[in-house]
Each structure stands twice: as structure tokens, then as C-alpha cells.
């Protein structure tokens, strides 16, 4: 078993932090200065509360709200399985609403993170004396986790309160969303001279310069739809300091696609900051969060071929409109982690078959004998079909339903773990993002810098994926189809769909192209816990 880097549990062993759900109303607990922390190991546990809760929703919720609101992927009804309240649907839609669960349990979940935040930030300026060398480098840590969480409701709901001191139950108003970047830019910006520049196991999980420069180039690649005012030359300027740290590099073709098995970690060249799971932690902490993605995304069939301790689900999978970025190059790796066609168990010659009924294969059989057993080999299929009961974003409950669309396993699914927890890490932001978003800021006007092209910065990452010769030419269209074949599952195709102007088009069954859905409502529980804030444009 991987285990997880202690610190972010020995806090949530002893004590149970809690944070309402309002940014308003603080995070509580029994904690005092007086009575806990009083040493360095103690002050670095405390930190730890705010990481298990940055953690806690980041591949569920958030990771729901990132994606299956965009083309990458879809999760229908199966004879009423996995309705849940229209939630999924309305993501496809783009049919949310103020009280949509998932609008706001991802708030709920930032709010925690920020709340859980302010106390430990309050807490160590307390208790940790000035004297202490490692106090400003907690503090900047701490700074850094809440900056990300802000990053991350501006991003979601655009115009949002601001809220950094503990204690304080004022309401406060809705800031737009142009300054809460200001916000966010200032916070890392102070941060940064205190912020460690090791890699490796000892800062694994945890923020250094490195996450804050690759924040702020996101940051400003994204400045002209978050402020208004396009920022590429500072965009290069901070993917500069990363690559020229010379600490970070790409994973070669041969190992790309375990930077996300179950025993990735540390010695991942490509991550910058990831969020570590280890579903042992759940025994006697509850603070892993969720990692479940074979949950969503393995077929109930290959429960077996992939040794897992829980029968999937699977209601997941990509649409046909994504999946064609990835047909062009048969040489490239990245197809390696999609589950389509006829399958096979891991010998690759014996057929995975599934013994059921005729009416239990095709819920549409008007045959003679419709209990007779039928047995076939799982193909999963590439269209969904809502042949069901479309009114309610429905396959239907049979095989056929059941295998229709194509799965990403890059998480790969977890044998060693004894639930449906997984160890798979996940990471923020890795090398790869910064290569590309370089290649990207210079092709929206920015000046190149270090002897780099737009075009030799996406053959430096073709070299490492693909067997393919390299590139003659590179446009904007090419950047943003790499970055749906680099990026899928990692929560930033949304970002990108948004960036590039492509959140509006149809795809599967959604045809809303109001602008106003680039950010989502503000949830009636935020609302009222806080009669200040104010309601985003096109939602009442």
C-alpha cells in the first residue's frame, strides 16, 4: 500500500474540524492556541487539516461540475439507476439551476476548504512564535491551499465574497469577478518568497513556488475571461520559472500513462502539485475524500479483469464529438486509456462474456422466448443512445444500455484497494500544462522567450507521446485538441472549452449556447446564509 504523507492526518486523528457552509460563518472546533499546537510537528499537523480538506471533493464534485458539463463526458439514466435528481442531466444540459446538488455541494465544499483554512492561518499566527523559522512558510502554504480554493470558486461561479479572517461573522458582499482575481494574484505573488523550491517526497502534496507559478500562468492564460485583459507575456513569464528550474520534466511515452496508476507519487517528473489519495486513511481519519473513478467508470463485466473488490457501476463515459481527438494517430499512447471495442481479459485471447436473457440483453426483444439465456461477448459501444426514455435521460437497464459509450480508465482501476476508494494520486498541474500553455500564450500574441516556438514546444510533448513524426505547422485548433488528448479526466476541459470558445456549441444532447452558463448560479443555501451576495446574470 502507498501511504500517504502523514502530516495532512495526525491533526484529523486527534480532533474533527468543521466548517459551515456559508464563506461567512467560520470554521469551529474545541482547537485553542492554549491547548494545541505547541510544537513544530504539531504546528505542521494543523497545516494538514487544511490539505485533507482541499482534498475532500476535488475528483467528486468538482470534478463532476469540470467535466460533465462539457463534451468529455456523459452520465445517463439506466432505467431510473443514476437519475439522482436530474443532476448529471442538468450538467449536460446546461440546465442548472440555483438549486442543482452539485452547484451546490462543490460550493459547499470550497467554502469548507477556505473556512478550515482561515482557522488553521489564525491558530498558527497564535501559537507559532515569531521566532520560529517555519512559521512564514506555513503561513504562505496555508495562503497558497485558499488561494487555489478562491481560484477555484472564480473559475466555477465567477463573482463570489471574499472572506480571510477567522471569527469574523460579518456578511459579506459579492466582489466581481475581476477583483477577486486581483485577490488571488496578490495572495500567491506574497507567497511566493516563502514557499519552498524542493521536489520530491518531501514537499510531495504540498504547495511550492513551483504550484504558485503554474497557478498564476493559468491564471493569466485565462485573464482575459476572468478580467478582461489578456495577460500572455506574463503567462510565459511564469511557465518561464518553472521550466527553466530544470526540476520538472516530461514522462517519456513509455511511462506516461503510469503517472496515473494506483502507486504513482513522488516520482512523477511531470507533477507540480497533486492531490494524494490512500484509501487505508479512511480507516481512521475519514478525510481521503473520494477517488472513484473506476466506480463511474469500469463496466459491472470487467469487475474481474481488473481484480476489483466492488462491482462498478459504469454509468460514465466519453461522447463520440471527444473521442474523435483521439483518432488521428494510431501511434499515440494516450488511446491506450480508453476501454472500447470487443473485450478481452488481460491475456488479451479469452473473450469477457455475459450470460443474461434475451429481453436482459435488449429490453426491446418482442422475440418468442424472451427468459432464454443469451449469452455474448462485452463490446462497448461508441454512441449513447437515450432509447429509454429520452424526457428523462435515459438508456435503458440492459446490456446494450449498460455498454454503451466509450470509458477512460486513466486512473487506472485500483486491485490493491479493499473498497472503491482508489490510491491513485491526482495531479493539479503538471509539466505538460505548462508546455502547452506556453505554446498556446505565444500564439495568442505573446512573445517567445528561451528559444521556444509554439510549434517546438508541442513536438517536445508529441516526442513524448507519440512515435508519429514531428508537427510542420501549429495553430490555436491544434493546441486545444492536445489538450483534450493530454488532459482528459483532469478536471480543466471546461477551462479550456471556455478559453477557446467552444463552451456555447452543441454536442450529445445539449444545444443551450447561452453565455451566461459560463459560470454557474450562486446556490440558494449560500444565498441564504448570506443575504449580500448577489445572484450571477441570466440565473434568478
Known amino acids: 500500500m502507498k501511504q500517504i504523507i502523514y502530516y495532512i492526518f495526525i491533526f484529523s486523528m486527534a480532533i474533527s474540524l468543521t466548517a459551515c457552509h456559508d464563506l461567512d460563518e467560520p470554521a469551529t472546533t474545541e482547537l485553542t492556541p492554549d491547548v494545541f499546537p505547541q510544537d513544530s510537528l504539531q504546528f505542521l499537523a494543523v497545516s494538514g487539516t487544511a490539505y485533507a480538506a482541499l482534498r475532500g471533493n476535488y475528483s467528486l464534485d468538482y470534478w463532476f461540475m469540470q467535466t460533465l458539463s462539457t463534451d468529455e463526458a456523459i452520465l445517463p439514466a439506466r432505467g431510473g439507476n443514476w437519475y439522482d435528481n436530474q443532476n448529471y442531466m442538468l450538467l ?64 466555477l461561479y465567477g463573482n463570489i465574497p471574499l472572506d480571510t479572517v477567522y471569527g469574523d461573522f460579518t456578511q459579506h458582499p459579492t466582489v466581481e469577478r475581476a477583483k477577486v482575481f486581483d485577490f488571488i494574484e496578490a495572495e500567491v505573488k506574497a507567497a511566493i518568497p516563502y514557499l519552498s523550491t524542493t521536489t520530491g517526497t518531501a514537499t510531495y502534496g504540498r504547495m511550492t513556488q513551483y504550484t504558485a507559478y503554474a497557478l498564476l500562468a493559468k491564471m493569466y492564460l485565462n485573464a482575459g475571461i476572468y478580467a478582461g485583459t489578456d495577460r500572455n507575456n506574463d503567462c510565459i513569464a511564469m511557465c518561464d520559472k518553472i521550466i527553466s528550474s530544470g526540476k520538472f520534466a516530461l514522462e517519456p511515452r513509455s511511462t506516461y500513462l503510469k503517472m496515473f496508476y494506483p502507486n504513482n507519487g513522488p516520482t512523477m517528473k511531470e507533477f507540480i502539485f497533486a492531490i494524494p489519495y490512500d ?66 481479459l488481460n491475456d488479451g485471447v479469452t473473450p469477457v462474456t455475459v450470460t443474461t436473457t434475451n429481453l436482459g440483453y435488449d429490453f426491446k426483444y418482442s422475440g ?92 517536445q510533448l508529441r516526442a513524448n507521446r507519440t512515435t508519429s513524426g514531428d508537427l510542420g505547422s501549429v495553430d490555436l485548433q491544434y493546441i486545444y485538441e492536445e489538450r483534450c488528448r493530454e488532459f482528459v479526466a483532469e478536471a480543466w476541459h471546461r477551462n479550456d472549452m471556455i478559453r477557446f470558445g467552444t463552451y456555447e456549441q452543441s454536442w450529445g444532447f445539449k444545444t443551450d449556447a447561452d453565455p451566461n452558463k459560463r459560470i454557474f448560479p450562486i446556490p440558494t443555501t449560500a444565498r441564504t446564509l448570506n443575504t449580500q451576495l448577489q445572484q450571477n446574470p441570466g440565473y434568478q
Open 368 to 459: 418468442s422466448d424472451p427468459s432464454a439465456s443469451y449469452t455474448y461477448q462485452v463490446e462497448i459501444t461508441p454512441d449513447i443512445l437515450l432509447r429509454y426514455d429520452p424526457a428523462n435521460f435515459d438508456l435503458g437497464n440492459d446490456e446494450i444500455a449498460w455498454n454503451m459509450g466509450y470509458r477512460n480508465i486513466k486512473f487506472y482501476p485500483d486491485a490493491s484497494s479493499t473498497s472503491r476508494n482508489q490510491n491513485n494520486d491526482v495531479p493539479v498541474f503538471r509539466y505538460s500544462d505548462i508546455i502547452l500553455m506556453k505554446a498556446e500564450a505565444i500564439l495568442r500574441g505573446g512573445t517567445p522567450t528561451l528559444g521556444d516556438q509554439a510549434l517546438t514546444l508541442v513536438n
Open 279 to 344: 484509501p487505508a486513511a479512511t480507516a481512521f481519519s475519514g478525510t481521503n475524500g473520494y477517488m472513484y473513478h473506476a466506480r463511474y467508470d469500469v463496466p459491472r463485466s470487467l469487475k474481474a479483469k481488473f481484480s476489483l473488490p466492488f462491482t462498478p457501476s459504469a454509468p460514465e463515459s466519453t461522447l463520440p464529438e471527444f473521442y474523435a481527438y483521439f483518432e488521428d494517430d494510431a501511434n499515440d499512447i494516450r488511446n491506450a486509456q480508453w476501454l472500447k471495442g470487443l473485450q478481452y
Open 92 to 155: 449536460h444540459y446546461h440546465t442548472w439551476t440555483k438549486d442543482h446538488g452539485w452547484t451546490n455541494g462543490c460550493w459547499s465544499w470550497l467554502a469548507r476548504v477556505i473556512g478550515t483554512t482561515n482557522q488553521a492561518i489564525s491558530i498558527l499566527g497564535e501559537a507559532q512564535p515569531d521566532t520560529d523559522s517555519q512559521k512564514k512558510s506555513t503561513q504562505a502554504e496555508l495562503k497558497m491551499i485558499r488561494a487555489l480554493s478562491y481560484f477555484m470558486l472564480m473559475d
